[in-house]
């Protein structure tokens, strides 16, 4: 179980996309794995805070992992499967980073959800989840990052972009 609401975090990409596309909201992605302690720590220390709660309410919510999905409706084959299927979109949408946690804001594509097996959208805003040593997560950069990935996909729909 995920720190703070949990039943508000998808764990499938098909689900997040179509709760986004039906209330018209961006996807927040969190890549993630089971075993990462800096996921636990952000998860139960940040994005529980209250600015943070705020910022990411505005989003749909996913957290993808890259080694395998924790779900009892799912084999262990079938959970390794989707883990290296979030990998393999990680490395996409990252640009080839594989920092976890790493954090993708999508403006999804209203049409179909993937093309040639990732997602299809926009990548609008992205931020890495690591702390370095002896120091704490940069909860202000964080939430300035949430904002301005809404700010860019308004800005892109006024513009035509949002497609």
Known sequence: KRSGEPESWYKDYDD????????NKLIFIDFTGQKCTNCRYNEGSVFTLPQVK??????????????AVPSPKLT?????????????????????DI????????QPARDQAFEKDVPKGTVVGRAKGTIKAGEEFDVARFVSVLQASQTKATAQLRLGGGK
């Open 16 to 23: 997040a996309w179509k709760d986004a596309v039906k209330n």
């Open 99 to 106: 920092t976890l946690p790493y954090y993708i804001i999508f």
């Open 76 to 96: 262990m084959a079938e959970a390794n499967a989707q883990g290296e299927r979030n990998f393999r979109w990680q490395t996409v949408l990252a640009d080839q």
């Open 54 to 67: 705020i910022e990411l309410n505005k989003f749909v919510k996913v957290a993808l992992y890259t080694d």
